[in-house]
């Protein structure tokens, strides 16, 4: 059972983000304030979920939502200021094209840079907990795979339309087969040191 609000505020804007962990491509930060008492059965941490459920989510939440916005980090501006960083530089971005200002920031994790003087609260494991972080992590995780599938067609040697950029025994053979592209984050260990 997730709960739909942790502060007394309304406009309460649950935020997520996807892929921290990849090789490859932007990390993506969702925003989304979800209707007071908001109730959906299907509705979950995006890990937990099927990809055709994600898929079926996300129009539904975009409709739903009082207000939701995506926003990127891009791989030379993780190279520059490392993924934490980054991540919250994606989440100012959703936070920043929200349509509606929020009220409160409910973050998934443990860490978050303030935005501006808007109160917040990081909830770890957050995306199982509470709805809005839920919508979130839905729509920033459908977000970035449509990413790295667009960009597998130009790029197609590293399989990113299945593994998303993330580090698979497939796509670190394929960098060291065909080397590193502009897409890659240089900042990570794209190969693991030979043993």
Known sequence: MLFSNYSNFILEAGIDEAGRGCLAGPVVAAAVILPPDYKHNLLTDSKMLKRHQRDQLRPQIMQDAVAWAVGEALPAEIDAINILQATFLAMHRAVEKLQVEPEFLLIDGNRFKPYKEVPHACIVKGDSKYLSIAAASVLAKTHRDEVMEKLS?????????????????KHRKAIKEHGACLHHRHSFTLLRPEL
């Open 153 to 169: 067609e130009e790029f197609n040697l590293y399989g990113w339309e299945q593994n998303a950029g993330y580090p698979t025994p």
